[in-house]
């Protein structure tokens, strides 16, 4: 089954929506970001959250205490990098966290030989998203589906996904889990018609793809 996340919650009404609807993660922003939550806030949000929910940091080269102290505590059940993090940095996580935190390493599509290269970080999963040289992520822009090799493995998809595309996402690509924030949004805000609607699809979707095999 497809997995979702919806990611860059940062209010109470976002906390009850996806109690509503159970997505599988959400995803809490600690980097520079219109959707940037604070330590404390994201705490106040986590303590809300449904525990069958899996709470995700995204960061954007952090100092790795301030991502190990958020595990610590637990606000955080994964971390999600989306930076220029490299293979010393992500080996210092680990060993400074000492936990087994799932590390989701993001990677920006620009060509297959990128995506290949990436792969080779010590990551438990990557996550694809469109690339913009100004940006780290999060522009809420498709990219070309046919960059992702075949045999790529478990990823996250993010990048434009709405309820309207991540049908034909999911039966292009099986990524393991459809990552979206702005998607499931209106003026800036999470909009609960919206994340119904998506977790909708992407059920339906699996539900169909289940009956044709």
């Not at 606000?75 to 999600?80: E, V, W, Y």
């Not at 935190?101 to 620009?110: D, E, F, G, S, Y």
Request: glycine fraction near 6%; aromatic fraction near 8%; charge should be neutral.
């Amino acid at each position: 089954m497809t997995k979702v996340k919806i990611c860059g919650l940062r209010r109470e009404e976002d906390i009850r929506i996806v109690n509503k609807y159970l997505p599988d993660y959400i995803g809490f922003v600690f980097a520079d970001s219109k959707r940037k939550v604070s330590r404390e806030e994201a705490q106040k949000l986590k303590s809300q959250l449904d525990e069958r929910i899996h709470s995700v940091g995204v960061f954007v080269n952090a100092p790795i205490e301030e991502i190990a102290a958020l595990v610590k505590v637990r606000i955080i059940n994964s971390i999600q990098l989306h930076g220029d993090e490299d293979r010393n940095y992500m080996d210092a996580l680990r060993s400074i966290t000492k936990e087994a935190v799932p590390i989701i390493k993001a990677l920006r599509a620009t060509k297959e030989a990128d995506l290949d290269k990436g792969r080779k970080l010590p990551a438990d999963y990557f996550l694809l998203d469109t690339y913009a040289a100004e940006h780290y992520g999060g522009i809420g822009k498709t990219f070309d589906w046919k960059l992702v090799p075949k045999d790529f493995g478990r990823f996250y998809l993010a990048g434009g996904l709405n309820s309207c595309n991540v049908t034909k996402a999911i039966e292009m690509l099986h990524p393991y889990c459809v990552d979206i924030s702005s998607g499931v949004e209106t003026e800036g805000f999470k909009d609960e018609k919206k994340v119904m609607e998506f977790i909708h699809a992407v059920r339906t979707a699996d539900k169909t793809n289940q009956e044709i095999r």
